[in-house]
Every structure is written in structure tokens, then in C-alpha cells.
């Protein structure tokens, strides 16, 4: 945990300082590019990475042959992405840098779709993969201090992290492709990869809603208000972000702790995770409250009075991030009950929802209105999944007791 924290630690500096560098219009249009390749990603997945972990775990495949059927999965959909994405901005009336920054968005997404941590979670080695992201964020955070200043022309922020990330992923396919002898590219392995995606189109189904009802106020706030309203937004969603990364290392870590609670005692495992969510929640009030009163100081601090305005939103973002931390230990609860479908009736009903909410109440509210609905949200999913996995195991323990 100590190097996710470093890493996020150098990250967060990095970014603070870029931020004030491009100024709210600026940022905007980075955040946003970055916000909807990571989404796209995410959508190319196909949630291969569980159902790779879980075989691997379960020694029902060896790591080199799945690590090449899914990177070669991965690259063709990438590129192939990649080509529409820049087809489609070539089309658009977008001009100068914005331009650029947006073509610069597709070769993101295709560096993006190269993600290495997955095989690093299924073979013990997190602490190993924390350190190869640490380098890339040491790389562009170096970058930002040394040779951002006041001004910055848009898109130079994703020129830099596009860089870093791509030599660290290059590296590191290389590196591991080496170790555990595979090919990254094999065409004759596309076959697994079908297979693995047949057992886990619910997992991803649920990670793809999860992660458009956390994230989608970035890309609505651009295209409804404007690139200043989605820079002022991304300052906040930054800081939130970085906050999420650590909290869901956490849930990581828990994972496998809630499978072997789940397999000892159903009553110990109901407490626990009832346990760890409402501790989440309260220490998310707490957070909210401290936050609420020193937020109006420190935010201009950080980010500079161009950003001020932003400051209102930091508060209830947090507080979502803490729901989603119960929302979790829920969801890998009902995920070790083999459960799958019933997290994604959760999720997907309010992610449905607070899409719609956007468009009918950031013309009139504006960025605030996004902070709220991100925390609404975060806070029926919290909900709906409570009551799931409390279902779930209320009938397992009567079930027992049968």
C-alpha cells in the first residue's frame, strides 16, 4: 500500500500544479478527453480482468496464455477504436490545439486498453504493479514542475501523461512477456479470450455503469456548460479521483478476506461487511463536515482563485467516494455469493437516472447540480445494494439453517 500511496502521492502534486498551469478552459478539455477514453476502455474491457484473475487463482489456466489472448483482444479493439476516434474528430468543426488534444485522445485510449495491473492482481504481485505506476506518475509529475508554467497551451497536460504511460506499458509488457514466456500479439489465442468474456459479461456490465454513473458529470458538464464549467468541475473530480484510487486498493485488498469470510461463517460474514460499509459511512460524514469548513480556504491554495468557484464541490464528491466504498465491500459481497445479476439491477437503474438528471438540471444549477446527482447517485446505489446483499445473506442463513 505504501507505494500506491507514493504514487498517487506524486500524481496529485503533478496535477495540482498542471492544473493551475492551463487555467479552468484548458483543463477542461483535457479531463474530458481523458474522462471519456478512460470510459471507452472500460467499455473494450469486456470484464476479462475478474475472469482472468479467478483463473489464474484457480490454476485453470496459466497466466502466459491468458495475458496473450487478452492483450491481443485488447490491442485489435483498441486500434481499432483509435481509427474511429480519430475519423470522428477529423470530421468535427474543433480547430488548433483543441484539435490536437482531442486526435491525442485516441492514441491515449489505445495505451489505455494495454492496462498490465490485472496480471500483476492474479499472480500476488499488486505491491510490484503500484511500483511500475509510480514510475509513470514520477515521470509526469516531474514534467509538470519542471517545465509547466502559467499559460500552458491546452492538451499539454495529456501530451505528458500519454508519454509516461506509454513507455511504463511498453516496458512492462515486454518485461513480463519475457517472464512468463509468451507472445503479447497471438491471433490463435483470440478464441480464450471469447470464452472469458461469455463468463464475465455481467462483471462487466456492472464495472461499465459503475464507472459512467461516477464519471459521466465530467463528460456532461463539457458538452452541456462548456470546457470552463468542466475545468472548474475536473479540479474537484481530480482530487476525488485520487481519493477513489486508494480507497478502491482497499477494496482490493478486502476481496479475497470477504470470500474466506463468505466460506466460514455466513453470520460473521453479514456482520463484517454491514461492518466495514457503515464505518465507510460515517467516516464519509465526518470528512464531509471537516471539509465543509476549511474548503473555501485551502482550495484556492491549492488550485489558484481561477478555481475558487470549484471549491463548493469538493465536499460532496468525497462523501460519494466513501458511500462507494460501501457500495463495494456490497457488491464483492454478492459477487461471493455467485450474484452477479443482481448487482447490475442495481447499479443500472441509477446510472439510467442520473444521466437524465444532467440534462434537466445543469442548464439550470450548473456545476453544483453535478456534484449532487454524482451523490445521489452514489447514494441510491449504495442503498439498492445494502438491502441486495442483506436479502441475499438472510437467505443463505435460512437456508443454513434448514
Same mark, same amino acid.
Request: net charge positive; charged share 10%; glycine share 8%.
Given at each position: 500500500?505504501?507505494?500506491?500511496?507514493?504514487?498517487?502521492?506524486?500524481?496529485?502534486?503533478?496535477?495540482?500544479?498542471?492544473?493551475?498551469?492551463?487555467?479552468?478552459?484548458?483543463?477542461?478539455?483535457?479531463?474530458?478527453?481523458?474522462?471519456?477514453?478512460?470510459?471507452?476502455?472500460?467499455?473494450?474491457?469486456?470484464?476479462?480482468?475478474?475472469?482472468?484473475?479467478?483463473?489464474?487463482?484457480?490454476?485453470?489456466?496459466?497466466?502466459?496464455?491468458?495475458?496473450?489472448?487478452?492483450?491481443?483482444?485488447?490491442?485489435?479493439?483498441?486500434?481499432?477504436?483509435?481509427?474511429?476516434?480519430?475519423?470522428?474528430?477529423?470530421?468535427?468543426?474543433?480547430?488548433?490545439?483543441?484539435?490536437?488534444?482531442?486526435?491525442?485522445?485516441?492514441?491515449?485510449?489505445?495505451?489505455?486498453?494495454?492496462?498490465?495491473?490485472?496480471?500483476?492482481?492474479?499472480?500476488?504481485?499488486?505491491?510490484?504493479?503500484?511500483?511500475?505506476?509510480?514510475?509513470?506518475?514520477?515521470?509526469?509529475?516531474?514534467?509538470?514542475?519542471?517545465?509547466?508554467?502559467?499559460?500552458?497551451?491546452?492538451?499539454?497536460?495529456?501530451?505528458?501523461?500519454?508519454?509516461?504511460?506509454?513507455?511504463?506499458?511498453?516496458?512492462?509488457?515486454?518485461?513480463?512477456?519475457?517472464?512468463?514466456?509468451?507472445?503479447?500479439?497471438?491471433?490463435?489465442?483470440?478464441?480464450?479470450? &471469447?470464452?472469458?468474456?461469455?463468463?464475465?459479461?455481467?462483471?462487466?456490465?456492472?464495472?461499465?455503469?459503475?464507472?459512467?454513473?461516477?464519471?459521466?458529470?465530467?463528460?456532461?458538464?463539457?458538452?452541456?456548460?462548456? &470546457?470552463?464549467?468542466?475545468?472548474?468541475?475536473?479540479?474537484?473530480?481530480?482530487?476525488?479521483?485520487?481519493?477513489?484510487?486508494?480507497?478502491?486498493?482497499?477494496?482490493?485488498?478486502?476481496?479475497?478476506?470477504?470470500?474466506?469470510?463468505?466460506?466460514?461463517?455466513?453470520?460473521?460474514?453479514?456482520?463484517?461487511?454491514?461492518?466495514?460499509?457503515?464505518?465507510?459511512?460515517?467516516?464519509?460524514?465526518?470528512?464531509?463536515?471537516?471539509?465543509?469548513?476549511?474548503?473555501?480556504?485551502?482550495?484556492?491554495?491549492?488550485?489558484?482563485?481561477?478555481?475558487?468557484?470549484?471549491?463548493?464541490?469538493?465536499?460532496?464528491?468525497?462523501?460519494? &467516494?466513501?458511500?462507494?466504498?460501501?457500495?463495494?465491500?456490497?457488491?464483492?459481497?454478492?459477487?461471493?455469493?455467485?450474484?452477479? &445479476?443482481?448487482?447490475?439491477?442495481?447499479?443500472?437503474?441509477?446510472?439510467?437516472?442520473?444521466?437524465?438528471?444532467?440534462?434537466?438540471?445543469?442548464?439550470?444549477?450548473?456545476?453544483?447540480?453535478?456534484?449532487?446527482?454524482?451523490?445521489?447517485?452514489?447514494?441510491?446505489?449504495?442503498?439498492?445494494?445494502?438491502?441486495?446483499?442483506?436479502?441475499?445473506?438472510?437467505?443463505?442463513?435460512?437456508?443454513?439453517?434448514?
Amino acid at each position: 500500500m505504501l507505494w500506491q500511496l507514493l504514487g498517487k502521492l506524486f500524481q496529485v502534486v503533478g496535477m495540482i500544479y498542471a492544473t493551475r498551469c492551463l487555467g479552468p478552459d484548458n483543463i477542461g478539455v483535457s479531463r474530458t478527453v481523458i474522462t471519456l477514453a478512460m470510459t471507452l476502455q472500460l467499455c473494450l474491457a469486456f470484464g476479462l480482468d475478474a475472469v482472468a484473475v479467478r483463473h489464474v487463482a484457480k490454476a485453470l489456466a496459466k497466466p502466459g496464455e491468458i495475458a496473450s489472448a487478452i492483450f491481443t483482444f485488447r490491442f485489435v479493439l483498441g486500434f481499432l477504436a483509435a481509427v474511429l476516434w480519430v475519423f470522428a474528430v477529423s470530421l468535427s468543426s474543433l480547430e488548433g490545439g483543441e484539435r490536437w488534444t482531442w486526435l491525442a485522445g485516441a492514441f491515449f485510449l489505445l495505451v489505455c486498453c494495454m492496462d498490465y495491473s490485472w496480471l500483476f492482481q492474479a499472480t500476488e504481485q499488486m505491491p510490484r504493479a503500484s511500483r511500475f505506476q509510480l514510475a509513470s506518475s514520477i515521470i509526469s509529475s516531474a514534467w509538470f514542475v519542471l517545465f509547466f508554467n502559467k499559460g500552458q497551451s491546452v492538451g499539454s497536460d495529456l501530451y505528458v501523461l500519454l508519454a509516461a504511460n506509454a513507455i511504463v506499458v511498453i516496458f512492462v509488457w515486454w518485461k513480463v512477456s519475457n517472464e512468463f514466456g509468451f507472445r503479447c500479439f497471438s491471433a490463435l489465442r483470440l478464441s480464450n479470450a &471469447k470464452k472469458m468474456f461469455l463468463e464475465a459479461w455481467l462483471i462487466w456490465l456492472f464495472n461499465l455503469g459503475y464507472y459512467l454513473l461516477a464519471n459521466m458529470a465530467q463528460i456532461m458538464t463539457y458538452f452541456i456548460l462548456g &470546457k470552463e464549467s468542466s475545468g472548474l468541475f475536473g479540479s474537484a473530480q481530480y482530487l476525488v479521483l485520487a481519493l477513489q484510487m486508494f480507497l478502491h486498493y482497499f477494496g482490493i485488498l478486502m476481496a479475497p478476506r470477504l470470500m474466506a469470510w463468505h466460506k466460514d461463517n455466513v453470520v460473521t460474514f453479514r456482520r463484517r461487511v454491514l461492518l466495514i460499509a457503515g464505518i465507510a459511512i460515517v467516516v464519509g460524514g465526518l470528512v464531509f463536515l471537516i471539509l465543509r469548513l476549511v474548503v473555501n480556504w485551502f482550495y484556492p491554495l491549492l488550485f489558484g482563485e481561477a478555481f475558487a468557484s470549484a471549491s463548493g464541490l469538493l465536499p460532496w464528491l468525497v462523501l460519494g &467516494k466513501f458511500f462507494a466504498l460501501g457500495t463495494a465491500m456490497f457488491t464483492w459481497g454478492l459477487w461471493a455469493q455467485h450474484r452477479d &445479476k443482481l448487482t447490475v439491477l442495481c447499479c443500472l437503474p441509477c446510472c439510467f437516472v442520473s444521466g437524465a438528471l444532467y440534462f434537466l438540471l445543469l442548464p439550470e444549477f450548473g456545476n453544483l447540480a453535478s456534484a449532487w446527482i454524482t451523490l445521489g447517485a452514489e447514494t441510491a446505489l449504495l442503498i439498492a445494494s445494502g438491502i441486495a446483499f442483506t436479502y441475499v445473506v438472510n437467505q443463505s442463513d435460512a437456508k443454513s439453517a434448514d
